[in-house]
């Protein structure tokens, strides 16, 4: 009916002038910068939609996206636990993807096709992402699931390994199950930060057994309401690709490069987090005070993580405290007594807030050149 | 399966205590006193979840209507436009309404039974509100769905009449049909106010139709993102009835005893928005500074709109500008120079940010006694 | 000594570098369009120091000016109240004025010469600006300051004239006193606004006598604890000269070219409030919404006061309320419902926080044509 | 006269209304806890006013400590330095503290009589505090000064021996000079924090001599435009007193009873930095999680400095990071997986933003009894 038509197409119009303005009003992006050779792409891989037992609709979780300025997300919905079937009786289980990849198509935001095989423990709660049909992963065995997500290619994560409800202690536990797994490659990554958690246990199950170290928010209300209006930013996995491509994220998920982020919390291998934060802070100015020997730095902090420093410069500070923070977006004044003028500075500094290990905090260092 | 109930409860406690939290964190509650002879009732009648046009699941809608401190919502999905219908094959158009009071029942709010009449100009778009079954409404004419609310005894109001994409001057059309409906008293009410616009045509079409007054949010994706985080509140009707209940409610929206409210616009009939407006003030204290005939008065805004208004007492003030704003929850000093000590002073105040008709301000008075 | 002057020396780079950073973090600059004609220059012409009955050395007045981004500041010292007298023994009244400039000179701000001649009333207190020489000011009867003034060629204005110190009934007397001043060309300002109190009673007199319309900020603390740290801005004259040069300040004071401003309060003669008014708003932007005759309006406030509105145009608004604000720096959409689409709209607004006379707001029209 | 009785009346009454409003406004009140045996006093020994190079007169002192909620000050104007001699040609170098001691009566603040004895290297800079009279101290020989403060009694710091314009190298130079004070019983304490500058060297010198460790602002202009504004608190020295009292803390200065705090930086010996931190953190909740071994802590931070710890505790954090910041006056949740559920838990914290001695910090501990 004509009518009816007319009807619809203006309904669609003041939405996507709604969408607009939100894209715009991005108030809370997170930023990371390249590391040398790879790509630093912002990932979210564990978030759930009204398809399994979250509360919105696909096209919220691509519009919180691009408030986050993330690069990738995936809609990992249950298969096995459907709290809403009663009203969204799906006989197809990729209809989440299918509905966000439209939402996303005006936008430069890529959908990762995934699911979350949900058991008890031991097996748990696992995510397989780069999969191609959502269908053939629901089997009645948690194996079968898994041999079929391997069949299509998929990489697979251990949810929150460390969960009370399915671990009391609230420490991992590493059985026969996810053994198994691993020796058949079936599983390649587990989440060390999910949601508001960590788990420096998860984190020594992933050295050693070399799976890729993932940060997820496993979201099933909103974002704002979760993370953003407490102050925190939603948990993420950087993922250090060749590309910005589907299939350059998935290769280096595979390779393990990565990083987790939460908020000033930063977790991954010294391989990767080491370059990732020596191109995190960028030294504008080096000079020295009139007169004297103290050499007067300006750093500045060029992600959204505020950062926090221990001095293990051979120097001491002339006006700063050796534990310092440098804020997200902030240019932080440091004056170094280096006690004779150089020409070439090493600026030494422990993160304090970021680990390569339990308990390990790496230091970098910057070669400064004094104009 | 043992095994699953356990995990399914595991879910469930774990989403309740992030309901708590919600709960408390209310950042933005609306408030306003309530008025000789009447509890002030904080509605939104206009509100869409993913049962027809809108993103989010009807808990959301819950949750966000307790953060904004409302007495009551209504959920009044299009019957005849169902975008999710091919997700969403509901044979009930109750059930949103049905999911929504389970949601509420641990909570302080009402849930009233809506659904929302459909069409084309003239027809429009029309809420009918305190229904009992959704499903018979859904009719082929506009006629018989009328019909049908009134035998259901719902109360009805025409939504955003002024609407662009329906009236392309902006201005409401009133006509044969809407005129037919009230000759029938098939219609009862008017919006003024819908989500961020204000028709003060609309409100001339009320006062000239004896219609009831509304402001409604008519919020489709998240109240956080179309309100709250550009610094506005939800638009409400604020419903004056006997008691707090759902039969007062009703009662009190057939009566017509309503001001429409969106951030620092009241807009009411001059008997229920005066009395609102001198409830709203309260003045704390009231003495002569020392050795001088200057009156301090501390008046405090007990709302949660920020107050605009213009002295009209016959005093002029000793360090205000004439034209002053009390914001929400503030205390404001004000010093009248009443030129001899007095023991009983009037003070009048022009409300400029509220109407009672077209460029109609009321004036309020306030019989102060010093001590 | 070789040792003290270093020394010396040191302690004074240390306090340049300081100013330096005050300059650049200045957080509250005030800021006014000039009007067709004339520059708006940000005056403030009543200030005090350590050498009569302030708390700061003058340098701290020049800081504190350049923070509020004046143009010009007059530090105006009480010739006869000086309870600083036993530590400041001074025999030259101009030696504030002269620590102004030497202070000032480095920096964009001028200094205007003046004195504050303080008796009870009837004669109250005055300030006389653009003197030359503070010291024969000084006299025994009020009558011999004022003529000494007028000698120097001084612009003298009333201060205060509704304190209740000196008028118990918080308005303004003009005596005898202020007659004979006027008579004989010793009187040409008044002050409307005196820190944090306007009088309308005052603007009625500088009406009714042809009297120089003034706002300052009377400091004798400090400008951060006194306004800013309570959220408002110091009371300041704009005056409306040729140049920007203090002989151009002078001239225009004499012809009462100005408007007193404090925080979104403006009082002025309607020939210079309304073009300061209409130069304060800049359209950006003016199309019609897609298929509709709502013309859509962005309009910029270029001051630093926020301002407020009620619309008088022919025509309504379509989503905002016909009294608005638009905050200082803020860019606001309004959209204007003309009917038919339009080359040329007429946007008529009374600005609610300004005054031309006791009660008398101001209308300010914009053509605006539409591309 | 009369007349003149009665302005300066007016003019007292209306400052000190001012008065009182900013003893309310206090917005960054430094606070920080008793110690078993002691009280915390909040003390600024380091300040100067127009009476030597500062910029305001000595009321503003006082009002700014008692904005900052400070304990005591000493006004130590330098006795050789004069800057505004001309115009403050003082024949007693007590004025200052005159004046700060009439302003201080109607407050609970104490006023500690002091003076600066300034010279060049290697003398440089030093506060006698505790004096009797500051006349007798301004000697031509640095020496005579020395012997003449001890006469008093007084208490001798050395200040800011870290400074580049008498220590090019930004570090500390303990002379010959210093040596023979130190000898003759003439110099107690010494200055490791200093405006913004913090220089280990200068806390390895207290530890190495056994000197008082001391933090001062040495403010010359406005503590909010060098402080508040760019986010910063005032350096103090918490002195730990047997009481409330100029002579408990005179001796407890000679006792070596102090922290020097900036900000978020204490510095301090170790037998007072434990015990204060030790009471600066509050635990107020502490139970198991249901059905979990997780043991939830709330702790809260009563000081008036953000506090960073990092866990040293046998058990790992559920939900935290380890490295973890607890804000001035902040509840932070912390979750411990104590893997079995215990009666007693022992909570073991590193003070990363605190100092004992060069590279040193604390660990503190708390033993929590779960209910």
Not at 174 to 183: A, I, M, N, P
Request: charged letters at 25%.
């Amino acid at each position: 009916m004509k009518t009816r038509l007319a009807f619809l197409y203006f309904l669609l119009i003041s939405f996507s002038i709604l969408a607009q303005e939100h894209k715009h009003s991005s108030a809370r992006p997170l930023n990371f910068p390249d590391i040398p050779g790879y790509k630093s792409l912002k990932t979210d891989l564990h978030i759930h939609t009204v398809f399994s037992d979250g509360y919105v609709w696909p096209n919220i979780r691509v519009m919180e996206a691009l408030r986050d300025n993330l690069d990738a997300i995936s809609l990992t919905e249950h298969l096995e636990y459907q709290p809403h079937l009663t009203d969204i009786p799906h006989p197809d289980r990729n209809r989440s993807y299918t509905i966000a990849m439209a939402e996303a198509k005006e936008h430069d935001l890529m959908i990762v096709h995934g699911s979350e095989i949900t058991r008890s423990e031991p097996a748990g709660h696992n995510n397989a992402v780069f999969i191609k049909d959502a269908n053939p992963i629901l089997q009645d065995k948690a194996e079968d699931a898994f041999m079929e997500a391997k069949k299509q290619g998929a990489f697979v994560f251990w949810n929150h390994p460390a969960w009370y409800n399915q671990s009391p202690k609230g420490n991992p536990i590493f059985s026969d199950f996810q053994k198994e797994r691993l020796k058949k490659g079936e599983l390649h990554g587990i989440e060390v930060i999910n949601s508001v958690d960590y788990a420096q246990e998860s984190l020594a199950l992933a050295l050693e057994h070399n799976l890729t170290i993932m940060g997820t928010s496993d979201i099933h209300g909103l974002i704002d309401w979760d993370y953003t209006e407490k102050g925190n930013q939603r948990p993420i996995t950087l993922v250090f690709a060749k590309e910005r491509s589907i299939e350059s994220m998935q290769e280096a998920l595979f390779a393990g490069r990565t990083v987790a982020v939460y908020n000033d919390l930063m977790v991954g291998k010294e391989e990767f987090l080491i370059p990732l934060l020596e191109q995190s802070l960028i030294v504008e100015k080096a000079s020295y005070a009139n007169n004297t020997h103290v050499l007067l730095l300006e750093v500045k902090n060029i992600t959204s993580s505020d950062l926090l420093f221990e001095n293990e410069s051979e120097y001491t500070f002339y006006d700063n405290s050796p534990v310092f923070e440098i804020k997200a977006g902030e240019t932080k004044k440091i004056s170094l007594k280096t006690l004779e003028n150089k020409r070439e500075v090493l600026l030494k500094l422990k993160a304090l807030g970021c680990f390569t290990a339990p308990k390990q905090q790496p230091t970098i260092s910057y070669s400064i050149t004094v104009k």
